[in-house]
């Protein structure tokens, strides 16, 4: 630590840990810290943040957060209001003329800190911004000029040549001002549906490696009934660890096993759609590809209800909803089947599901989330093209051969026989008498046809794109 006696102001965010945190730790180098976290009135009313499951676990990892800083001497502190009203004024609270905070590349973060920095400024003080979230930034990977990779497979190749960083130990001891905290009673109390917090985090990323299942990823990562995955996915949405940790962990740099080579190349999805969503903010709105987006929608409301509730008559689809009504989470494999049912099969507009998404999820991340829905609609960077059409049943043999998935999400089909656990309705009345499942009464016959929901699904395209 330098003598300086002014405090530097450390505005937490989407980075809510300790250990390999630019921006805290070249505060903490300075001289005294004042941590802060504001809960933004505006963001929590937006549509995509009604999400009272991941919110919940914002505030578990929040408190976590506030735990380790009691730990080495400070204390968390949290205010209520729009952050270029509330950054500079704890500022002057704290008589602090730096703040630092960790770079956000979504169009709503973006503004946002434009907006802070400006206010800033104003009073004096600087917003001094640094990396952290992603493993490179936009601006440092080669090749990346202009429009960015658009094609996921050269981006790995020129990401994965970086190096992994190294460690950035979490400061021993902080120390500065102790300011008035509103609290966190504006989030919604309760357990939070996992663990959350920088240990939890850690527990989740050494259990995945220390498994066993890290290595084996590469085989199991599809298998929707497997806890093949690492569910790290909300620990990285909130910066709870960070790609950086996780390759570390992972044994970079060195080789890696085809398991958690296979592994790391599936977190640098999370880097390509965050370089993506930098260069083209409009696609938090709108179709990448501009022909897609005159797409003609149904948008049927009551076919939205059924498979947001999962009683499409699809085991598949229903299965993925209910997981994420029930764990917040769902598999990848199964986002992207119930995703593809929606767009394909329901004929409903990819941004409505994305909103369901955001809503449920508590990884739901603008970035991803986005990038996940126009993957799958056809309409985004290196997307599924739009003839390719998920076939549910299919999807369920081989992706949940057993039907072990289906089963446990859909208890109603428990005792369905797996030749007929992904098209139930096939069976025959003596079946459904022997399965204790009558079609139409105990489970909803399928809402639609596939197969001609297919073919109007790629004539709408088609249309579209003429
Ligand atoms: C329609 C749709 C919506 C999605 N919405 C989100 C979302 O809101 N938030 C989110 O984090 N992921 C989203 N994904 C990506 C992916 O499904 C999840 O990241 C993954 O299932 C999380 O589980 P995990 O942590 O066990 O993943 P693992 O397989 O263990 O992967 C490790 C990490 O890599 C990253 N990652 C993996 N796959 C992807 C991917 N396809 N795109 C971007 N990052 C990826 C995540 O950070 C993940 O935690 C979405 C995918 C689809 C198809």
């Known amino acids: 630590m330098s003598d300086a006696a002014e405090p530097t102001l450390v505005w937490f965010r989407r980075d809510l840990r300790l250990a390999d945190h630019p921006a805290l730790s070249a505060a903490a180098g300075r001289g005294p810290v004042v941590c802060l976290f504001v809960v933004d009135p505006a963001i929590l009313a937006r549509r995509h943040h009604r999400a009272p499951a991941r919110l919940r676990f914002l505030r578990a990892g929040l408190e976590a957060l506030d735990a380790e800083l009691a730990e080495r001497g400070v204390r968390l502190v949290v205010r209520e209001g729009p952050p270029e009203v509330v950054v500079p004024a704890v500022a002057r609270e704290a008589g602090a003329a730096r703040v ?46 202009g429009r960015g990779y658009l094609v996921f497979t050269p981006f790995f ?18 120390e500065g001002p102790a300011l008035r905290s509103d609290g966190l009673g504006a989030l919604p109390a309760g357990d939070p549906l996992v663990p959350a917090g920088p240990a939890a985090a850690r527990e989740r990323l050494v ?58 190349r599936q977190v640098c999805w999370r880097d390509f759609y965050r370089h993506h969503l930098a260069r083209h903010p409009e696609v938090a709105r709108a179709a990448l590809r501009p022909e897609m987006r005159a797409v003609r929608w149904d948008d049927d409301d009551a076919l939205l209800g059924a498979w947001r509730e999962g009683r499409t008559g699809y085991p598949i689809v229903d299965a993925a909803m209910r997981q994420l009504a029930a764990e917040g989470w769902v598999h990848n494999r199964a986002r992207m089947v119930a995703a593809s049912f929606l767009v394909k099969d329901l004929l409903v507009d990819w941004r409505r599901g994305e909103t369901v998404f955001m ?13 996940g829905w126009q993957w799958v609609a056809g309409t985004g960077t290196d997307a599924a093209p739009y003839f390719r059409v998920f076939n549910p049943v299919l999807q369920g043999r081989r992706h949940d051969p057993a039907g072990a998935y289906v089963r446990r999400w859909v208890p109603e089909l428990a005792r369905v026989p797996a030749p007929r656990i992904h098209e139930p309705w096939r069976m025959s009345a003596a079946e459904q008498e022997a399965a204790g499942c009558r079609i139409g009464r105990d489970y909803p016959a399928p809402v639609v046809d596939h197969a001609s929901r297919r073919a109007e699904a790629i004539a709408r395209y088609e249309e579209a794109r003429r």
Not at 219 to 230: E, F, N, P, Y
Not at 359 to 371: F, I, R
């Open 100 to 145: 630092h905070a960790t770079r956000e590349v979504s169009p709503l973060g973006r503004a946002r800190d434009e907006r802070v920095a400006a206010a800033l400024a104003g009073a004096g003080a600087r917003l001094v911004v640094h990396h952290g979230d992603m493993l490179v930034e936009p601006e440092d990977l080669p090749g990346s000029a």
């Open 157 to 174: 190749r020129a990401w994965s040549e970086h190096p992994v960083p190294p460690r950035l130990p979490a400061p021993d001891r902080l």
């Open 207 to 264: 259990r995945f490696i220390g498994s066993g299942a890290a290595d084996a990823y590469d085989r199991r990562r599809d298998l929707m009934a497997d806890d093949g995955t690492s569910r790290l996915s909300a620990d990285l949405r909130f910066g709870m660890t960070s790609p950086a940790q996780v390759g570390r962990a992972l044994g970079l740099p060195g080789p890696l096993t085809p398991g958690r080579a296979a592994f790391w």
């Open 359 to 371: 809503q449920g999820l508590l990884d739901g991340d603008p970035a991803n989330n986005n990038g």
